[in-house]
């Protein structure tokens, strides 16, 4: 190993707990990057919390990199590893303290795009910490939604495990059954699975 990243090591060994506030530790743990040729920028805190070494991601952290920095469309790296389907990355950062029900341009959280993606152990993971059910995006959908729209039946089952409102309407006044019907029959998309829409109704779903 190289002596810069010996001297990373030690100034994370000593940086107290609440050093990452401090405009002169963050200064320092900066040049500590520097030492080791490590860009502070959200696409090198992406990439290293990817596949990355956990000194540098503490590094960038201590240097006052924000783990819920958003892209341009409002995504925060959360979002874009559940996207990818990062089950490590996805544990990583809510370790880190991600903010698990943070929001993009268009209202959605991490746990809606779990649910549209077919992301089961991911929403598991999510809603272990915290992530709320409920919450709906700019036009009102849900992650219960999501799910019935995208023909998730292992999704659907675990949000209504957690209270997912199951007759909740979008700004459109759909809800997530009549999303399930219409996929089922193949008006939306490739014909679905009935499943969704026989969890749904057990569930107390409304015509």
Known sequence: MSRAWFIAAAFLLFLPPTACKKGSDQAEARQALKRLG?????????EQMRNGDPLVVDLLLAAGMDPDDKDA??????????????????????????????????????????????RTTIAQVLLDYNAKVNVSGNEGDTALMQAALNDHPAIVRLLLGHGAEVNAKNK????????????????????GSPEVVTLLKQAGARE
């Open 73 to 118: 469309n409002g995504l925060t790296p959360l979002m874009r590893f559940v996207v990818e389907g990062n089950d490590d990355a996805v544990q990583r950062l809510l370790a880190k303290g991600a903010d698990v029900n943070a929001q993009d341009n268009t209202g959605a959280t991490a746990l809606m795009v779990a649910a549209g993606y077919g």
């Open 38 to 46: 490590v860009p502070f920028s959200r696409d090198t805190f992406v």
């Open 172 to 191: 459109s006044g759909r809800t997530a059954l009549q999303y399930a019907e219409a996929k089922a029959v193949g008006i939306i998309g490739r014909e």
